[in-house]
């Protein structure tokens, strides 16, 4: 088996890990918002767009060091 497969698995196991301990519902306060959900439903969320706002800000970052190099 490849080494990314095996890394892969073991990643999924510890997302059912994490997701089977923090079943318990809680609350985020935002503003005048109240949410209750599932807290790995909300770790997930939060995980997601974090990744999502660095591969913005990355593809953001890769297309101005692509056109300075055009320019030059």
């Not at 985020?28 to 109240?34: G, V």
């Amino acid at each position: 088996m490849k080494s990314s497969l095996i890394i892969s698995l073991i990643g999924m196991v510890l997302v059912v890990i994490l997701a089977v301990q923090n079943s318990a519902v809680a609350s985020l306060r935002l503003f005048f918002w109240n949410i209750e959900m599932s807290l790995s439903l909300m770790l997930l969320i939060i995980f997601l767009l974090g990744a999502l706002s660095g591969y913005i800000l990355n593809f953001s970052m890769e297309l101005r060091r692509r056109r300075g190099n055009k320019v030059q």
